[in-house]
């Protein structure tokens, strides 16, 4: 079976610093997304991309950079964490027309 | 405002008992899915639908595109049942995966 595996899971940062996060999946899907979640609140897309290095933005791509550099691998990078921020950051994958699945997500703290 | 409308945002059920959860579009939702996250944060998917209904188990999902909502109805809810549930909807476009903000449903004994 296939697997949607994200690096790291906890992630500690300063602020100010660029963190980069990490999503591979291997079930050969084209789709694949970055969300971010709030603590209570739903998921809010990020970056999206439909295939190897495409990049289409979500509703909050405001202060991050995504990079598809192959069909496997889809990376998120915050540009500039932000002081006491918390969040789980969700990377999917899906084929077209099917529902997308999800890896454990990395939980960012910012100190 | 919000394209993926939940309702409602909290919900307490005794086990045993029936409920069902909304979501309201603001898009034009092509496609709609239902997601339970459990406590330690993983998402699992419960339903993918066209237009129409599913089943599975104690669980059904109608999604009724015309009137732009979608429901998922929880029949003899148990312990295990409680988590928050997740609408999503995809738009004409294809691919965008809008989110509502979630059902927190606990089951008690």
């Known amino acids: 079976g296939g697997i949607i595996t994200q690096t790291p899971k906890f992630l500690i940062g300063q602020e100010g610093q660029k963190l980069t996060l990490k999503c591979q999946q291997n079930?050969?899907?084209?789709?694949m997304y970055w969300y971010r979640q709030d603590s209570g609140k739903g998921l809010r897309l990020i970056y999206y991309?439909?295939?190897?290095?495409?990049?289409q933005k979500g509703d909050l791509s405001e202060g991050y950079d995504a990079s598809r550099e192959k069909k496997s691998s889809f990376s998120l990078t915050v540009t500039s964490a932000q002081k006491n921020e918390m969040a789980v950051f969700l990377c999917?994958?899906?084929?077209?027309?099917?529902?997308?699945?999800f890896g454990e997500g990395t939980r960012l703290s910012v100190l | 405002g919000d394209k993926v409308k939940q309702s409602p945002s909290a919900l307490s059920l005794q086990e045993g008992t029936n409920s069902a959860l909304r979501c309201n579009f603001s898009?034009?939702?092509?496609?709609v899915q239902w997601f339970l996250q459990n406590p330690r944060g993983s998402l699992m998917n419960l339903f993918y639908?066209?237009?129409g209904t599913k089943e599975n188990g104690r669980l059904k999902s109608a999604f009724d595109s015309k009137e732009s909502y979608s429901t998922l109805h929880i029949r003899d809810a148990q312990l295990e049942d409680s988590g928050t549930y997740f609408c999503?909807?995809?738009?004409?476009?294809?691919?965008?995966?809008?989110f509502g903000s979630g059902t927190r449903l606990l089951v008690s004994p």
């Open positions: 999917a994958s899906s084929r077209d027309n099917q529902a997308p699945l």
């Open positions: 079930f050969n899907h084209d789709t």
């Open positions: 991309s439909i295939t190897e290095n495409d990049l």
């Open positions: 898009i034009a939702a092509t496609t």
């Open positions: 639908l066209v237009p």
């Open positions: 999503a909807a995809v738009g004409t476009g294809g691919y965008k995966v809008v």
